[in-house]
């Protein structure tokens, strides 16, 4: 029987275990009803699996032949999101929901180790399935990797299931697919007095926009227009009311980009431009600078073997070209140490009221996409270990 077949054959499965995990969902290092389902769904299909980075779980799925070792890698954590959709299998958690499709990742690849079991007969090596906690805050890889997943590990491959790509489409092109996501933490220092006396001051509030106006030139005027950066300050907070000079503002920010030598520099740069604002306006500063999940890019080869996968189970009316995304994963931690490859599977429809952006309250996915999912990693681990 195909690879596809067999998925299709599981799809109930699939659907069943996704809307369970749905109606269950926790925040990043709190996946513990995911954690629970995952456990008792491998108690059942006899599998021994090993518990990793507190609620992770992996799998070592060893075929009838010696070969080589491909991490198949699924997310389960969950967004503070209230859901806003009127579906049976609705979030019974308030104020949480899996609102970036991580119930489905889990879910297909759950389905792919069940037909992978059924089937070592053609596994050439090791599938390890890694269920990853805490992806939505750039620090579960990290944590598996140092707990060992990647031990004896020759490639990495990983599914997002995508509200932009329609159903029956999948993106897997090789280079930059998703970017770093890194965060800046500023402490503009003033000296506070009353509104009415400026003179008497420095004004914290004035160096920090003058800091985010100045900012945008690090973009237009510092960066290769060819090159992909984003600069975004998403909080400037200062002073409780309207005649008091504060005595301090707070600038919080994140920076994206693709190029792993440009995401060096980033934070040298920043700080120019923050210390000689700072001195023109006679304040001080204190900043942090956190780097998160590097940018995701595919390996050419992986993505080759990739576009084989899906050629085999959905033709050449199967790949859908999506541009890279400035959104990040931290699939990168696996991706940068192995080669590696993300995949984009589709799963918009408008006739379903599939159309809403990743991490909206009324998202939702077409499940027909799962059984796509799990086929191709299916495929995927098989023909990796074989090439």
Known sequence: MMIKELAEKNKDYIIKIRRE?????????????????????????????????GTGVVVDIKGENEGKCVLLRADMDALPVRECTEVDYKSQKDGVMHACGHDGHVAQLLGAVKILNENRDKIKGIVRCVFQP??????????MIEEGVLEGV????????WSDVPVGK?????????????????????????????????????????????LQSLVSRETNPNESLVI????????TTANVIPGYAVVEGTARCF???????????????????????????????MFYPA??????????????????????????SLEKLTTAEDFSAYSTKVPGVLAFVGVKNPDK?????????????????FVIGTALYVQYALDFLNN
């Open 21 to 53: 995990l749905h109606m269950n969902p926790g925040l990043s290092w709190e996946e513990f009803e995911a954690s629970k389902i995952i456990k008792r769904e491998l108690e059942k299909m006899g599998i021994p699996f090993k518990e990793c980075a």
């Open 134 to 143: 805490a992806e939505e805050i750039g620090q579960g890889a990290d944590k």
């Open 154 to 161: 020759d490639g990495a491959f990983a599914i997002h299931l």
């Open 170 to 214: 999948v993106s897997v092109e090789a280079g930059p697919r998703m970017a770093s996501a890194d965060n800046f933490e500023i402490k503009i220092i003033g000296k506070g007095g009353h509104g009415s006396l400026p003179q008497q001051c420095v004004d914290p509030v004035v160096t920090a926009s003058a800091f985010v106006v100045n």
């Open 232 to 239: 975004t300050v998403g909080k400037l907070q200062a002073g």
């Open 259 to 289: 190029n792993p030598e440009l995401r060096k520099d980033i934070p040298k740069k920043i700080e120019r431009i923050l210390k000689g604002t700072a001195e023109m306006y006679r304040a001080e500063y204190e900043m942090k600078y």
């Open 295 to 320: 940018p995701v890019i595919n390996d050419e080869k992986c993505a080759g073997i990739a576009k084989e996968s899906v050629r085999k189970l959905l033709g050449e009316n199967g790949f859908y």
């Open 353 to 369: 009221q599939c159309i809403y952006p990743h991490h909206h309250a009324k998202f939702n996915m077409d499940e027909d996409g």
